[in-house]
């Protein structure tokens, strides 16, 4: 076990865990972007925080745990931005951008990101 | 079984039980499988805004309850890992066995999502992997995590006939390590799939 330690009232981080859930199905239906980035994806950190140090116990592990895993997210990360450049940039001449001037085959069956 | 459980269980060489840290570094492996699937997800959804046209056919309400399905099954592995820890392994054993009808209640929400894309004679609703490179994410990264979530209830059910002889109580909390992080994985694959349109 992660060593002698205080065990948290796992249902009420449980309990806090369903509010954060009803937030962030609540927050999207407002219809404001800024708030749907914070209310769906701020809240799936807050809520991966409560269930990496209480129910998986982090916070009573050895700190090199959290290395381990930060280090993994982070070089996660680096791909995630090392091909970002590749992806998110159109420019050149030697592919064809369909995407940026909207003439691939699946994206034919919208109009203004409705089904036609 | 041996009563007196593997080297792993009693090894300790870096101040965490040897099974506890290969648990560890496998989570840590799984955060690439599942974390380079969304952060391609993540890019070529916004390279293709249209893909918000293709979320609203996913259904909100199935993975919101999902959600709460996972969550709640997390509670009941932690629990059973106290119970375990506290020599009270018929309780240990229930807790077990909750969660791994918190799987199935899981499982079974997925197979009506998927029957009712897959199986349907109406060519608007009809998704397949096949449609467009939505539903490919769709049906990969909830495929991979439905798979995860088969390997957990798999290994919880082998290990808790064990557990109710009092042998090997320290596979609880291996286990429920594993499964909070498919609990995680979910956290992330629901708002990126369902709520973000």
Known sequence: ?116 | MSMQGPLATSRSATGIPTGRLAVWWLLASEIFIFGGLIACYILYRLNNPWWGGEAVFTKVPAGAFNTFVLLTSSLFIVLAHDAAEKKDFDRAFKFIWYTIGGGLVFLLVKYYEYSSKLFTDDPELLKTPLTNTYWSFYYTATGLHALHVIGGMVIMALISFDLRKGFNPHRVELIGLYWHFVDIVWIFLFPLLYIAK
């Open chain 1, 1 to 116: 076990m992660a060593g002698a330690h205080a065990h948290p009232n796992y249902v009420k981080i449980w309990v806090l865990l369903l509010v954060l859930l009803v937030v962030s199905i609540i927050g999207p239906e407002l219809g404001i972007p800024w708030l749907t980035l914070l209310t769906a994806f701020g809240i799936a950190l807050v809520k991966t925080y409560y269930v990496a140090a209480y129910f998986m116990h982090l916070n009573f592990e050895k700190k090199y745990v959290w290395f381990l895993l930060l280090i993994s997210t982070v070089l996660l990360g680096v791909f995630f931005f090392g091909v970002a450049g590749d992806v998110m940039k159109a420019d050149g001449q030697n592919w064809q951008d369909c995407i940026s001037n909207n003439t691939c085959a699946e994206q034919q069956r919208y109009v203004d990101g409705q089904l036609r």
